[in-house]
């Protein structure tokens, strides 16, 4: 199995930034197999919405909605997985979830973090 635990999020005024992480651990043929990261965030009464996702190259992609205020990243050697946003806005104030897609005999299997909540002030 593999663990994901995420740290960062806090109280922040609208316009300053936050950087979340997230670590991964675990028995490391599982986290080889790990192929994307991702962030997703969920607001009171509304869907899951994914956020960013950067690839094992290092391909990233953003929604709309953070596209030039949030970078992901990762550092490979230490199995984390980053979130700066910068920017923020009122509403980003959301729970921020880590995710790794894994490739898995039968297509491809998930991991979860706990989720660190977000919350910025106008």
């Known amino acids: 199995q593999v663990q994901l635990v995420e740290s960062g999020g806090g109280l922040v005024q609208a316009g300053g930034s936050l950087r979340l992480s997230c670590a991964a651990s675990g028995i490391t043929s599982r986290l080889n197999a790990i192929n994307w990261y991702r962030w997703w965030r969920q607001a009171p009464g509304k869907q899951r919405e994914l956020v960013a996702s950067?690839?094992?190259?290092?391909?990233?992609d953003y929604s709309d909605s953070v596209k030039g205020r949030f970078t992901i990243s990762r550092d490979n050697a230490k199995n984390t997985v980053y979130l700066q946003m910068n920017s923020l806005k009122p509403e980003d104030t959301a729970v921020y979830y880590c995710n790794a897609r894994y490739a898995a005999p039968t297509g491809f299997g998930d991991y979860w973090g706990q989720g660190t909540q977000v919350t910025v002030s106008s």
């Open positions: 950067i690839s094992t190259g290092g391909r990233s």
